[in-house]
């Protein structure tokens, strides 16, 4: 049994901080006992590690992020969604199929996710199974979690990304032998890239995959005018985006994360609703490649479940505290248009990035009886002026101007995570 003493700040629910000054966690196993503001007398023999005035808050949760984009971060942003795939993206991929190459860069990746205090991440890999398995290991042995997609593609896409249906089958059950098990912290999801690079029997073959091994699913959903275009001319019979993904089985019927969804409303919307499709909100990615701004306040009024997503390299950022900072201001320009739609407040996007994002994982995200102990260490003392700043306004200081420097300890399912 392990005790933290800080001031510990987490959201149960969406719209209320729970705060603690000074107070305790108690962790057994890895998981939260129990939050404490005084010290039952039945633990004061066991030792307390103290972090004095520092912060204690949950981990950040990435659920949309591409780790072969890893170079690309910060650099070809002057196209829209198609061509940039086209020009610099699949160009960047093919370039996995060197083991060598993939390693450099993975374990890049992996120490980019650590310095952003991400202990979770939901992950595109490219279409190169032994890559693909390197950075599952990577990430286990840097004590992280998450869930790790080989992207599916047949068509649209250069000679060297296209698969063979039955090779695509091959490596799932190759990844669900080696890393689908209860006790594994990081694990495979079924990923087909997006319906445009995905031809019906690649699709099915995707559905089937998911149904055998109740693996859950991750793609891409309505993120540009032109690619809503593009999977109506492909898929006529669908009525929607979503419809052609939930006719293969790909939408809800297993655990389901669809990033973007910049277009969807409707009876779209309502299908990710009745499905409990989680949306992975990637407000920079949808800037960067003028997609448009997410409905997220529409998703979270629908009882749609929303997580954050960096989105490297459509997104040029790994912390998902400026993507907190930037789903704020993206809801804040719907509400311009709308006052009747309500900008977030703070405790809503940081309860996205934490247990929102976390119910993906299980009992992720929260310092609540039974969740794993997923946490930060937070010392913003360089950021503070003074001294009458709330403990709140601190966290929110450093959600808006903090960084990576102030993270001095990061701790997944209970174990303290050293730089990989």
Not at 1 to 6: F, G, H, S, V
Not at 311 to 338: E, L, N, P, T
């Amino acid at each position: 049994m392990q005790i933290y003493r800080a001031n510990i700040i987490f959201t149960p629910e969406s719209r209320r901080f729970e705060v603690l000054p000074h107070g305790y966690i108690v962790v057994s196993d890895g998981k939260v006992e129990g939050v404490y503001r005084a010290l039952p007398p039945h633990l004061a023999d066991i030792p307390v590690t103290d972090w004095g005035d520092r912060l204690v808050i949950p981990a950040m949760n990435d659920m949309h992020v591409h780790a072969p984009q890893y170079r690309n971060q910060g650099i070809a942003m002057d196209e829209e969604l198609l061509p940039w795939l086209q020009n610099y993206t699949f160009p960047e991929e093919l370039k996995y199929a060197d083991i060598t190459y993939a390693e450099q860069m993975y374990r890049r990746f992996v120490r980019s996710l650590w310095r952003h205090g991400t202990m979770r991440v939901v992950a595109f890999a490219s279409v190169h199974l032994e890559s693909t398995q390197l950075l599952m290991r990577l990430l286990d042995q840097a004590g992280m979690g998450g869930r790790v997609g080989k992207v599916n593609m047949n068509r649209n896409c250069p000679q060297g990304l296209c698969e063979r249906v039955e090779d695509a089958v091959a490596a799932c059950e190759t990844l669900v032998a080696e890393f689908e098990r209860k006790d594994s912290r990081v694990r495979p999801i079924v990923t087909p890239r997006f319906i445009p690079s995905c031809t019906p029997e690649l699709l099915q073959a995707c559905g089937e995959m998911v149904r055998r091994y109740q693996l859950p699913v991750q793609s891409h959903l309505s993120e540009n005018h032109d690619e809503i275009a593009l999977v109506k001319e492909l898929e006529p019979e669908s009525r929607h985006y979503a419809d052609a993904y939930d006719r293969y089985g790909l939408l809800g019927q297993m655990p389901t994360i669809m990033a973007h969804c910049v277009w969807t409303d409707g009876d779209e919307l309502e299908m990710l609703r009745q499905r409990g499709v989680m949306v992975a909100h990637c407000p920079t990615s949808n800037f960067n490649l003028a997609s448009g701004l997410a409905p997220v306040r529409r998703f979270l009024d629908a009882g749609i479940p929303v997580g954050l997503g960096s989105d490297v390299s459509g997104g040029h950022d790994f912390s998902i505290f400026r993507m907190m900072v930037y789903a704020i201001q993206v809801s804040k320009m719907h509400y311009q248009r709308d006052k009747s739609c309500a900008f977030l407040s703070l405790a809503e996007a940081f309860w996205m990035a934490t247990k929102s994002a976390g119910s993906f994982f299980g009992k992720v995200g929260s310092f609540e009886p039974g969740y794993d102990f997923d946490a930060l260490v937070i010392d913003d003392s360089e950021l503070l002026i003074d001294e009458t700043y709330t403990l709140l306004q601190r966290l929110e200081r450093f959600v808006c101007i903090g960084d990576d420097r102030h993270i001095v300890a990061r701790y997944c399912q209970g174990r303290l995570i050293p730089e990989p």
